[in-house]
């Protein structure tokens, strides 16, 4: 059991090395100017093991983008029984700024300066906002190609976007309310 675990926190800082080599590099030199040769030096391991862990140069780049959306898709589809799901966003936002690392501000920074990833990164958010709209629509008992739930997705992601920048509990707190006050003013749909 002991190897085990070790092994695995060796696999885990192995992953981190590389993202944060790759993440450096693209900041620093471009996403397309860097190879996955560079990534392998800077991290010290080989190009083998940097395609092992990740497939291609675009899934590393977006590996960490990957995560949080994933977790933030996990958090509000398994919510408990009686929270909404702005609670569980707003539940799920708080926990993700109070453990927010310098790897996710160096991705934030490799995704602002490569417009090719910030536009590959758009392309899976809207795969999270159409999600998004199908939990609310599910919430609320619309369609989820319905404009309001749809809306509203577009506009939780947009605030999460902005809040990831400015991880302040006021930031938060305004963010919440902006989406609890928007989703106040949509048409509910009659009971059927």
């Known amino acids: 059991m002991t190897s085990d675990g070790l092994r695995e ?18 900041a ?10 560079d990534i392998a030096t800077a991290a010290e391991v080989s190009p083998r093991t940097v395609t092992l862990y990740f497939p291609s140069k675009l899934e590393l780049a977006l590996s960490e983008f990957d995560s949080f959306a994933d977790r933030l898709r996990g958090a509000v589809r398994s919510r408990e029984a ?11 936002l708080r926990e993700e700024m109070a453990h927010r690392s310098d790897l996710d501000d160096l991705a934030d920074r490799a995704l602002d300066l490569n417009p090719p990833l910030r536009a590959a990164a758009g392309a899976r958010l ?7 709209a199908e939990i609310l629509a599910e919430e609320q008992g619309s369609a989820p190609d319905d404009f309001g739930p749809r809306m509203a997705a577009a506009a939780a992601a947009a605030v ?26 949509l048409p509910s749909r009659p009971a059927s």
């Open 28 to 37: 620093d030199r471009g996403f397309e100017a860097t190879t996955i040769a």
């Open 82 to 92: 009686g929270l909404t799901t702005l609670d569980a966003l707003e539940r799920w």
């Open 160 to 185: 999460i976007g902005e809040v990831c920048r400015r991880a302040q509990e006021a930031d938060i707190d305004t963010a919440i309310a902006f989406l609890r006050a928007g989703l106040a003013t």
């Open 9 to 26: 926190r060796s696999k885990a800082r192995r992953r981190e090395a590389i993202l944060r080599a790759a993440y450096e590099l693209f």
């Open 126 to 132: 809207a795969e999270v906002i159409q999600d998004g």
